[in-house]
């Protein structure tokens, strides 16, 4: 799982107000080399949440990304592409969890993909009122 991937999920558990970011407990990481594209990159930049980059980053073992958020001016610098791209999309957790930060609840990684599915008791119930049958044809 690239760290763009988790930089865009969030726990769905029922209840939870604050479901991100997910914690990384990481067993595996492997780099993966993958061309970078500038103007990709300066596209999701606006998109990224940078605190919680940056964290993951380092839960991965890459310390090379700045601690202060990182503002658009950055974009012009070759360095800093460089930083964000292999962060972005070449670090990748293989093995571990990511965690809820509020309930604690574990999704298991395996193999680079995510288990989000959730317990029958975590799901938010939604009742859809199906309409009636001359509601239906009328």
């Given at each position: 799982m690239r760290m763009l991937t988790h930089n865009m999920l969030s726990s769905n558990i029922k209840g939870v107000a604050n479901g991100f970011p997910l914690r990384i407990e990481a067993e595996k990481?492997?780099?993966k080399k993958v061309e970078m594209n500038a103007d990709f990159l300066r596209n999701i930049f606006p998109k990224i949440e940078w605190k919680a980059l940056v964290d993951a980053s380092k839960?991965?073992?890459y310390t090379d990304l700045p601690e202060a958020a990182a503002d658009s001016s950055m974009l012009n610098s070759d360095e800093f592409l460089q930083s964000?791209?292999?962060?972005?999309?070449?670090?990748?957790?293989?093995?571990g969890a990511l965690i809820?930060?509020?309930?604690?609840?574990?999704f298991p990684v395996t193999k680079g993909i995510p288990n989000m599915l959730l317990h029958e008791d975590e799901i938010l119930e939604i009742v859809y009122a199906l309409p009636t049958y001359s509601e239906?044809?009328?």
């Open positions: 990481v492997v780099e839960t991965m073992g964000f791209h292999h962060a972005l999309l070449e670090l990748h957790l293989e093995e809820c930060p509020e309930t604690g609840r574990r239906a044809f009328l």
